[in-house]
């Protein structure tokens, strides 16, 4: 049988555990490159394109450098390496890794919700202080979560709040029609109806995609909605929130505070003032690199490629068009 020649394209610092290619020898041969020119000779003959951390410029250039290409995937669960007006509009079909990294961005979110609840900040302080000083904390139980992003993220937040016996209020671009309904969730509401979830939660839990449609879709009028004491948590993209407008809700004490993994700009710039609010929980976009979270995503390529040799449906499969 003809090999499938697949390039990888590799860029930044996360090595790929290209050990766990071996397992595609017999029916892959696979180049890895960070350039066009690492990649131009085997290009001609190349069927499926892993894009692993490359940027969008070297992905672009080498997708039309590939005439034969069957099959595009994206190691990232988030799209904005990976699309681009001539893969929009081919026939190729885009992968990506949702799914992959989903569980621990559920953890993390859960994480977040409790380090409010329990003041956790006030904690540390008052141990680095050497002060006993007592003070009410909060329970989770009965209160509310809002998922703003209702996919395999935000699905993987509402599986580890549900049982904390929170209440869930899930934001779908289309609500399940009747009857079609989901355990976890207690209501759905549209993407029209965002203002009207919000006064309704006491956590907001960001996991939606970042599109032309979510892009700034929290802002003024949104913060202005929540709770005083609502926490906002972001672990989808950062420019779904727009960021002047919640640093201004958490410096005037609109809201209580937020949980962020994600941001418009990263690294975050030095200076920033997210670095010395009390009010803010910072992570440097790592939420979800568990001990095996490279791994996890080369296995699953491998799984997706497998699937691809026999000609059975492959998972994730993106809607271009609309961007996830």
């Keep these: 049988m003809e090999k499938i020649t697949v390039l990888l394209l590799r860029g930044g610092k996360e090595e790929p555990p290209l050990q766990i290619l071996a397992a595609l020898r017999d029916a892959a041969t696979i180049i890895v490159g960070d ?9 001609p003959d190349a ?5 692993w951390s490359g940027g969008l410029p070297l992905f672009r250039e080498v997708f039309l450098m590939c005439p034969r290409l069957r099959w595009v995937h994206s190691r990232s669960a988030g799209l904005e390496r990976s699309l681009f007006p001539e893969l929009v509009a081919s026939e190729v079909p885009l992968t990506n890794g949702s799914g992959v990294f989903s569980s621990s961005l559920g953890e993390f979110t ?11 900040r006030r904690m540390i302080r008052n141990q680095m202080a050497g002060a006993w000083s007592q ?13 703003v992003g209702y996919g395999d993220i935000g699905r993987a937040i509402a599986a580890r709040c549900r049982p904390m016996q929170m209440k869930i209020f ?8 009747g009857g079609k309904t989901d355990a976890l969730v207690d209501e759905y509401f549209s993407s029209e109806q965002l203002r009207q979830m919000l006064p309704l939660c006491d956590y907001v839990a960001v996991a939606a995609p970042l599109t032309p449609e979510t892009r700034g879709m929290i802002g003024v009028a949104e913060f202005a909605a929540m709770k005083e004491n609502a926490v906002i948590i972001n672990v989808g993209r950062g420019p779904v929130i727009d960021e002047s ?4 809700a958490l410096s005037e004490g609109k809201i209580r505070g937020a949980a962020l993994d994600v941001f418009d700009h990263e690294p975050l710039p030095a200076g920033h003032p997210f670095y010395k609010m009390e009010n803010v929980l910072l992570s440097p976009h790592c939420a979800d690199h568990t001990d095996e979270w490279l791994n996890d995503a080369m296995n699953f390529f ?23």
């Design 35 to 43: 350039s066009p020119g690492a990649l131009r000779a085997a290009a």
């Design 47 to 51: 069927e499926v394109i892993f894009n």
């Design 110 to 120: 859960l994480a977040a919700i409790l380090y409010f609840a329990k003041d956790f």
């Design 135 to 147: 003070f009410d904390v909060a329970m989770i139980s009965g209160k509310s979560a809002g998922i």
């Design 170 to 177: 899930a934001l779908k671009r289309h609500v399940p029609p």
């Design 245 to 248: 407008a919640m640093i201004a």
């Design 302 to 324: 491998v799984a997706q490629f497998e699937r691809f040799r026999r000609g059975e449906p492959l998972l994730n499969v993106v809607n271009k068009k609309l961007g996830y």
